[in-house]
């Protein structure tokens, strides 16, 4: 069973729109919550990260919000741009060894 | 400075056949993984080795060992390839000690078994 559930499988968002990405996580161990943005033929590469004492995180056009009661936390990117057009993938760790990633969200912004 | 690198890019095997993944990082992080990746499933972790010397299983260790050769390099094999070990394979690194959580994926191999 998957430890962290990730929704949409998709979304499609016009350009200068929100796009927003929810995850939810089952072990309340879990300490470091990383967002992961993966293009075709390509690695993931870290987005942005957050840990459960804050409950908001924002780097540029890029926000995480943690829910530690619900457990839950969503990356929200304001502005969308085609060149964000990507794979998404919430993660989830315990000391950052044993990483358990979401399903993924293929994200298509339109010009 | 390349990362974490990966051979092969690409790979067919047969049913029963080994092969061995090859994964080196130029980071001198301590800490390094492997993950595969397969529709629908996002990237589920194989082993990981938290320092040279040490290697443990991860969510879906079955039908595959590793080995960290040293520092740098950790590789993974498949001694008996099955098609469900078709996937995409991602290996990753990190440094290790608090505000040093960032894992560094290589560009992946793309394996499959026939």
């Known amino acids: 069973q998957q430890q962290v559930k990730q929704s949409p499988q998709s979304l499609i968002v016009q350009k200068g729109g929100i796009s927003i990405i929810n995850c939810a996580y089952e072990?309340?161990?879990?300490?470091?919550f990383p967002w992961y943005q993966q293009f075709p033929g390509k690695g993931p590469a870290l987005l942005i990260a957050?840990?459960?004492?804050?409950s908001e995180k924002k780097e540029g056009r890029f926000t995480i919000s943690f829910n530690k009661s619900a457990k839950q936390f969503s990356l929200h990117i304001m502005d969308s741009q085609p060149g964000d057009s990507a794979t998404y993938f919430c993660?989830?760790?315990?000391?950052?060894?044993?990483?358990?990633f979401g399903a993924g969200t293929r994200l298509t912004v339109k010009p | 400075n390349a990362g974490v690198t990966q051979t092969p890019k690409f790979q067919v095997l047969k049913t029963g056949q080994s092969m061995t993944l090859q994964c080196a990082q130029d980071?001198?992080?301590?800490?390094m993984y492997w993950y595969r990746q397969d529709p629908g499933m996002g990237l589920r972790l194989i082993y990981y080795?938290?320092?040279?010397?040490?290697?443990d299983k991860g969510e879906v260790p079955n039908g595959y060992n590793v080995s960290r050769l040293n520092k740098r390099e950790f590789s993974l094999r498949l001694e008996s390839a099955a098609p469900s070990q078709t996937s995409v394979y991602f290996c990753?690194?990190?440094?290790?000690?608090?505000?040093?959580?960032?894992?560094?994926f290589g560009p992946g191999t793309r394996l499959t078994v026939l």
């Open positions: 990753a690194s990190r440094a290790s000690g608090r505000g040093t959580d960032t894992q560094y």
């Open positions: 072990n309340t161990a879990f300490d470091y």
């Open positions: 957050i840990r459960p004492d804050v």
């Open positions: 993660a989830a760790s315990e000391k950052n060894n044993d990483m358990r």
């Open positions: 980071m001198n992080h301590n800490s």
């Open positions: 080795s938290a320092s040279e010397g040490t290697t």
